[in-house]
């Protein structure tokens, strides 16, 4: 029972997201831009875009194939995930 409130105290701590479209989020709590946006299915998690205009290039423009450019924003827990930073979660 100590496991599974320890886990409940540490995921309300998890910064929501909001979706974008399908599988693509974007952070609910920002103030300002610039923000990535992540894409989430199942356990995999990845940048899916430096910011909204970069994410819309890229899912509705055909700039899927391009690198994707520095995430200047770092979004607690979400950025960890993706960039495969596990101790940091």
């Given amino acids: 029972m100590a496991a599974v409130s320890f886990v409940r105290v540490r ?19 920002v103030s300002d831009t610039g923000y990535p946006v992540f ?5 995999d998690t990845i940048y899916y875009g430096c910011d909204i205009l970069d994410y819309l290039e890229r899912e509705f423009a055909g700039r899927r194939a391009e690198p994707l450019r520095r995430v200047d924003q770092r979004i607690p827990f979400w950025s960890a995930l993706a960039e495969g930073k596990l101790d940091e979660l």
């Avoid at 995921?11 to 599988?23: A, C």
């Avoid at 894409?39 to 356990?43: A, I, K, N």
Wanted: overall charge positive; charged content about 10%.
């Fill in 39 to 43: 894409s989430v299915y199942q356990t």
């Fill in 11 to 29: 995921l309300s701590k998890v910064p929501t997201l909001v979706t974008l479209y399908s599988h693509r989020y974007l952070p609910a709590d």
